[in-house]
Nanobody
Framework: QVQLAESGGGLVQPGGSLTLSCAPS????????MGWYRQAPGKQRELVAT???????NYADSVKGRFTVSRGTAGNTVFLQMNSLKPEDTAVYYC?????????WGQGTQVTVSS
């Protein structure tokens, strides 16, 4: 069973930055896309940003220009650089890797933006 390990969450002041990282417990082959989703209290999980195997990216309108999704050189890790954070970015952030062989999710990492 592949597990995704997320790191980098925490408490940050408005306007600050955080970088989230996600790596699988073993190599995943035939990846279609990798990305990040988030879920705030009382809300549904929503897409934040994704990157396909070809490098195409997609962002939620609310994070465009502030967040950047990227892949590691090994191809199996995914990062989310978050700048100019706002209180409304507060949520549990989940890593996702979609491959030919399955859809994998991390356990989530808390990001709290507050002064």
């Amino acid at each position: 069973q592949v597990q995704l390990a997320e790191s980098g969450g925490g408490l940050v002041q408005p306007g600050g930055s955080l970088t989230l990282s996600c790596a699988p417990s073993r190599v995943i082959f035939s990846i279609n896309a990798m990305g990040w989703y988030r879920q705030a209290p009382g809300k549904q999980r929503e897409l934040v940003a994704t990157i396909t195997n070809s490098g195409s990216t997609n962002y939620a309108d609310s994070v465009k220009g502030r967040f950047t999704v990227s892949r590691g050189t090994a191809g199996n890790t995914v990062f989310l650089q978050m700048n100019s954070l706002k209180p409304e970015d507060t949520a549990v952030y989940y890593c996702n890797i979609n491959s030919k062989y399955g859809d994998y999710w991390g356990q989530g990492t808390q990001v709290t933006v507050s002064s």
